[in-house]
């Protein structure tokens, strides 16, 4: 019922629902604590959020939280299409700075789970995309960090222009790579 696909970096994962399909269309069941459970992942999410982005190119992030109120985040689309990206903070990693990239849409049904110790951005790859996200620990404004999308030192392919990309004013202003907060090491934000 849940196939779980390991990226580049293990600890980010695609999750991909069965997906029961006929003439009238489709059903999934897109979140069961029960399989993520047995897939080895136990996290308890306490909130969902919802993005709507109108223009293609629509760039969020790259953010993050700070413990104690660090978030994992399961992120799905249900109409258009985005590439989700995480990067690794966790110092000491073996990928520490290194990120992944997946696309997820509303018709591939894929899931992306981005765990604590990642910054988590992404770009729309249609006009008009909402984005579903669950999350495991409720909004902390005064822990809300980033990193400015566009760091040379991340070197990542946004599949864009970068005079193409919308950004809110937040996110234009994040600093770079090299001034992110030192809050996760490896591997303690795997362990828990």
């Not at 223009?55 to 953010?63: A, D, M, P, Q, S």
């Not at 249900?78 to 995480?86: K, M």
């Not at 999308?149 to 996110?171: G, V």
Request: overall charge negative.
């Amino acid at each position: 019922m849940l196939e779980v696909i390991e990226l580049d970096i293990p600890e980010v994962k695609i999750l991909r629902p069965k997906r029961h399909g006929d003439s009238r269309g489709f059903f999934s069941e897109t979140y069961n604590k029960a399989l993520l459970s047995d897939a080895g992942i136990d996290i308890d999410f306490v909130q969902d959020n919802h993005a709507y982005s109108a223009e293609k190119g629509t760039v969020r992030g790259l953010h993050y939280q700070t413990p104690p109120f660090a978030q994992d985040k399961l992120v799905r689309v249900v109409r258009g299409a985005i590439l989700d990206i995480a990067v690794d903070l966790r110092q000491g990693s073996p990928t520490y700075g290194k990120h992944v990239s997946s696309v997820i849409s509303a018709e591939n049904g894929d899931q992306i789970l981005v765990p604590i110790g990642f910054a988590h951005g992404l770009v729309t790859l249609e006009a008009h995309t909402e984005v579903l996200y669950k999350v495991s620990h409720y909004y902390a404004p005064e822990h809300d960090r980033g990193i400015v999308w566009n760091d040379p030192d991340l070197d990542i392919d946004w599949r864009i222009p970068e005079a193409d990309a919308i950004l809110s004013q937040k996110d234009q202003k994040l600093p770079p790579f090299a001034d992110a907060a030192s809050c996760f090491t490896y591997p303690e934000a795997i362990e828990r």
